[in-house]
């Protein structure tokens, strides 16, 4: 028997198929015929069917991932994951008259397969994601097919998307520049479709001219005895037109780092406050007074330190006259972990102290829990040695005067333990 993808095929036929009698297979033989199924290999229904017909009598043959008929199968199957995940990942939909168009031009059959992530994912939103061969519809209640469609027939942009672009150019980060793995999760063929791809030749040769400079300005530093002034204010002078997230609009201006470049203490907190952003200096308000008391109870220094935040302006919410402080979201601090990155380049501090969970977490790329943290030494991505407490505001929000006490006393011994590790 041959099997075919097309007129002629088995499946054309009206006439009932053979009724044979039934066997069972193994579980992940059904997972994986589920994807290759989908493969526009037109040899997949043989394949499959040569598989079944040998699980039949040896039903181990599925874990045998050396057998060249499994192996291939298997790399149906992964293709088709593959393709899957990039549809759920590339599509992008534009609005015209209130509905959101998508175009996709997958590998493989897998639009009926996704059409109920799609269902999930945007169940209160008219859409329709057009390919090639088949388009599906939802009108909030029920999803149908029509046929396939060509690129003319999507919209070529709305004015949703030129916000999209503006928040993709402001968070792309060249400090993290790896083409080869860029173009290898996000392959080039998709780009014409993604209206932010377009930024990226520029964004990219941006960075490289970026990171050009600081090469210059690092033998510049090396040609007059390895100050490090020259790349810091630089950096600094950099950072004050900054507009990698949407915090520098509401914002009186960047609050960067402050302190000598050749620091062994490096304190890093989490954002600059109402005092910090009017005064333009980090840890100058309510908090970096309870930082300073501290600092000195545990016989450091502060003008020997380097001070600077995880994120440079002022988040907060305008209740009447007053800015009330509002916590910095994931993608926020994600933007400003190129500043944190360039200034402890510079500064090399011995130890690093991450001030909260905000600090931790750009310092670390990841969420850090403090309680599983603190009061032990921690590498840092890349090198160099952290310490995690917590941050000082944290004392003044504590109600009870005898835990205000207790946390301030650990908060001091945390800063002694650090103070022990740079003797």
């Not at 149908?144 to 070529?156: I, M, N, Y």
């Not at 309680?371 to 003044?396: C, D, F, M, N």
């Amino acid at each position: 028997m041959v099997w075919l993808e097309g007129q002629d095929d088995l499946f054309a036929l009206d006439q009932p198929l053979p009724v044979s009698s039934s066997f069972p297979v193994p579980r992940n033989f059904i997972e994986i015929a589920q994807s290759a199924i989908c493969h526009r290999d037109p040899e997949r229904f043989a394949l499959l069917y040569a598989l079944l017909t040998r699980l039949r009598t040896t039903p181990a043959l599925i874990q045998d991932h050396a057998d060249p008929l499994v192996r291939h199968v298997e790399e149906l199957a992964k293709a088709v994951r593959r393709d899957i995940h990039k549809m759920r990942a590339f599509v992008r939909f534009r609005e015209i008259e209130g509905r959101f168009i998508a175009w996709f031009e997958p590998e493989h059959h897998i639009v009926r397969h996704n059409a109920g992530f799609f269902t999930r994912r945007f169940p209160n939103m008219e859409w329709s994601i057009l390919t090639p061969e088949i388009c599906i519809h939802w009108d909030k209640h029920t999803l149908t097919e029509g046929p396939g469609a060509q690129k003319s027939d999507a919209p070529d942009g709305d004015p949703i998307e030129d916000v999209w672009k503006t928040y993709y150019a402001t968070t792309f980060n060249p400090a993290r520049v790896k083409i080869g793995a860029m173009t290898k999760e996000m392959p080039r063929k998709y780009w014409k479709n993604m209206p932010e791809t377009a930024l990226i030749p520029a964004l990219i040769a941006g960075a490289q001219a970026r990171e050009s400079g600081m090469i210059v300005k690092s033998a510049e530093r090396q040609a007059i005895g390895g100050n490090s002034e020259i790349a810091w204010e630089a950096l600094r002078d950099e950072a004050l037109t900054c507009a990698r997230c949407r915090l520098y609009k509401p914002a009186t201006q960047t609050v960067f780092g402050e302190g000598p470049v050749d620091a062994a203490l490096m304190l890093v907190g989490e954002q600059p406050g109402d005092s910090e952003d009017l005064a333009g200096r980090p840890f100058v308000g309510p908090a970096g007074q309870k930082l300073d008391q501290a600092l000195a109870e545990a016989g450091i220094d502060r003008s020997r330190a380097y001070v600077t935040n995880a994120v440079k302006h002022f988040k907060f919410e305008q209740r009447g006259k007053r800015r009330i402080h509002a916590k910095p979201g994931a993608g926020e601090i994600e933007a400003c972990r190129w500043w944190i990155d360039q200034e402890r380049a510079i500064i090399a501090p011995k130890i690093t102290v991450a001030l909260g969970a905000t600090a931790a977490r750009s310092l670390f790329g990841k969420v850090m829990t403090i309680g599983k943290s603190r009061g032990q030494v921690l590498e840092l991505p890349g090198g160099g040695a952290a310490w995690i407490t917590i941050h000082p505001s944290y004392l003044l929000r504590i109600v009870d005067p005898g835990q205000a006490t207790e946390e301030y006393v650990r908060f001091v011994e945390d800063l002694t333990a650090v103070r022990a590790l740079l003797d």
